[in-house]
């Protein structure tokens, strides 16, 4: 674990806070196992792999299929097993458990609704991008969601999955890549086919529940002010750093109580300004928080 500021301690800053905002980017849920190619992309999309050569799950998302039928047989494996299945490890369930009894509040742009199944209090997430666990309007004719579990499943029951107790995901045989024509989702209003809920282009719908989680976020950071705050940034990248980066930087920056810290394997930088205050971990997310688990659990 190779830290760049060594004289301020993650565990310290925790402790020592009145107020953290995580930003989670999808490092975090790298970390936690939700990886998109090797043995899960091959486990579950064997026959896509098979016919079209995919290496990678998520650049196999933007392939244009021809059917809706094969369309939504992709998508309802790469759904169910990003958001229903159960997590390949423990990394969020551990982040919880360090922090659960801090006054939290979650910023992220993954969908994959990891933090809530971990035990985080939904009133205290911000999913800025979208839920794997919402349809919506492929247009949209209107600004609603709907939850999307059941389709999912049924879609996967179709295609000769089987779905066990606990909601692992099972591959029976006999598997097709198509669903049922009668599974593709359609909207109530308009009868058009249904899209996920995920910030791809200009269609992407914020409902009542976006709004609602935005001004959640956007009081919780006025109810910080004055406070000694921690904006715990945890594998965010460069590919949409206006969302959480660059403001978790500018608040620190201005505001001389803030700490910083970003943990992310080989990508933790921290500009000059406000390095002082900021703590910068170049290592794997969830290697770090066992550690630090298992040192709150010896002290």
Request: aromatic share 14%; proline share 3%; net charge negative.
């Amino acid at each position: 674990m190779k830290f760049i500021r060594e004289n301020l301690n993650l565990t310290d800053a925790i402790k020592n806070s009145d107020k953290i905002v995580i930003g989670a980017g999808a490092g975090l849920s790298t970390s936690a196992g939700l990886t998109y190619d090797g043995f899960r992309f091959q486990k579950y999309f064997f026959d896509f792999i098979e016919k079209y050569s995919f290496d990678n799950a998520y650049y196999a998302g933007f392939y244009p299929f021809k059917k809706s039928e094969e369309k939504w047989a992709y998508w309802s494996r790469y759904i169910y097993i990003n958001r229903y299945e159960s997590c390949p490890n423990d990394t969020y369930s551990i982040l919880y458990d360090i922090i659960k009894d801090k006054d939290y509040f979650v910023l992220t742009t993954n969908v994959d609704h990891m933090f809530q199944r971990s035990g985080f209090d939904k009133d205290r997430l911000f999913y800025t991008q979208g839920d794997y666990g919402l349809f919506q309007c492929s247009i949209p004719c209107h600004n609603s969601t709907y939850d999307n579990e059941k389709t999912i499943e049924n879609m996967l029951l179709s295609q000769g999955f089987e779905i066990s107790e606990s909601k692992d995901l099972l591959i029976a045989r006999n598997i097709r890549m198509e669903i049922d024509k009668d599974l593709i989702p359609r909207c109530p209003k308009c009868n058009k086919e249904m899209s996920m809920n995920l910030r791809a282009d200009d269609t992407f719908v914020e409902d009542d529940g976006w709004h609602e989680a935005l001004k959640r976020y956007e009081n919780f950071l006025t109810s910080a002010k004055g406070k000694r705050i921690l904006y715990l940034e945890l594998g965010v990248g460069a590919n949409t750093p206006g969302i959480i980066k660059y403001p978790f930087w500018r608040m620190t920056y201005n505001d001389r109580n803030a700490v910083y810290c970003t943990i992310n394997k080989g990508e933790a930088f921290v500009p000059s300004e406000i390095k002082e205050r900021s703590i910068a971990i170049e290592d794997d997310i969830g290697s770090v928080l066992k550690r630090m688990r298992a040192e709150n659990k010896n002290q």
